[in-house]
């Protein structure tokens, strides 16, 4: 089974042992991927769907003038990519940052998932609307915050989902990036990076080792990022929401 989706999914609805059961029938192929590898390109057709269980990766876009644009940060439990079953091709390229391990979903698993598993189902489409928030967090960053602002948002954004599948704590998030892939992400130069970093390491804010950053000061930090994490989506939907897939999945179950 994937650990890591079934952690996701279940920030949101708590997974039955049988959601978990079909969850570990649908995923198969566990795979390792090198660091700097693209796992899908811009206009391929995907035949199946895959989950990051380990690693970073990244979704960007390369500009005719070999310009890249990092558009977001792919996390354990993230899926790429619901829309590919609907769409006819990539509209971005997929690549692994570091080492990690994927598993594969196929495509007439998913549409059967919307039948047979409706919990499943609304977790998936809540994932779906949460890499939506995140896309317009980033936006944001992009369009309205200042250099040092986007630098700790970037932290928050990655400690909190970090911390939402059991992989962060105590204000530690494990950053494999260099400073030009951060600057792919926030649109800035490596060299604007590194004088961000220095400042918010000499006030306190944060502390850097190699691969690693430790958020010090969380309240002040915040403060320079304009943010929190209502954004994500990480509170339980509402209880008559839940009552609803509750006797859905009964239904469900008689029919099978």
Request: net charge neutral; proline share 3%.
């Amino acid at each position: 089974m994937s650990r890591a989706l079934a952690r996701k999914l279940s920030n949101f609805l708590e997974l039955t042992d049988q959601d978990k059961t079909y969850l570990d029938r649908i995923t198969f192929a566990r795979e390792t991927v090198p660091a700097d590898r693209d796992i899908v390109g811009f206009g391929e057709v995907p035949a199946t769907m895959f989950v990051i269980e380990r690693g970073m990766a990244i979704r960007y876009r390369v500009l005719r003038g070999g310009e890249r644009q990092i558009l977001s940060f792919m996390l354990p439990g993230d899926l790429c990519d619901l829309n590919v079953f609907l769409l006819k091709k990539m509209d971005h390229n997929v690549a692994s940052l570091e080492e990690l391990e994927m598993s594969r979903i196929r495509r007439d698993d998913v549409l059967k998932t919307y039948f047979k598993r409706p919990r499943i189902a609304a977790a998936l489409w809540w994932s779906a609307l949460q890499a939506e928030a995140i896309s317009r967090e980033h936006i944001v960053a992009l369009g309205r915050r200042r250099a040092r602002s986007r630098l700790a948002y970037l932290f928050f954004d990655i400690y909190w989902r970090l911390k939402a599948v059991g992989l962060a704590e105590d204000n530690v998030l494990n950053l494999p990036l260099t400073q030009a892939e951060i600057g792919d992400a926030l649109g800035l130069t490596p060299v604007h990076i590194n004088r961000v970093l220095k400042e918010l390491v000499e006030e306190g804010l944060i502390d850097k080792q190699r691969g690693q950053v430790q958020l010090l000061n969380t309240e002040a930090l915040q403060k320079v990022a304009d943010i929190d994490d209502h954004y994500l989506h990480l509170d339980a939907p509402p209880r008559e929401i839940a009552s609803y897939f509750h006797d859905l999945e009964r239904l469900t179950d008689v029919s099978n």
